[in-house]
């Protein structure tokens, strides 16, 4: 597989306000990068749920042997598209 786009699934009821309160993220996917457009995902995830509900995230590991996860959000990082990842 080429590039990954990491995505964040937020809980629908938390929405950033005037008082700037993050949204929960509730779970952290990867989609590919889509070959025409490199900084969008493709439509799935790697894990078959729909791109179009989920927030950029904008992470890029740092190195060789970073997660493909933001650290912080080690919990929430979807098993099942992991899986993916290590079978690309």
Request: hydrophobic residues 35%.
């Amino acid at each position: 597989m080429g590039s990954i786009i990491v995505l964040f699934e937020l809980e629908m009821d938390q929405a950033i306000g005037p008082d700037g309160v993050e949204p929960v993220v509730r779970g952290v996917h990867a989609a590919g990068a889509d070959p025409d457009a490199p900084e969008d995902p493709l439509p799935q995830t790697l894990c078959g749920l729909d791109t179009d509900a989920m927030e950029h995230s904008h992470y890029r590991p740092a190195g060789p042997g970073e997660p493909w996860y933001p650290p912080a959000l080690h919990e929430q990082r979807c098993h099942q598209c992991e899986a993916a990842l290590r079978l690309a």
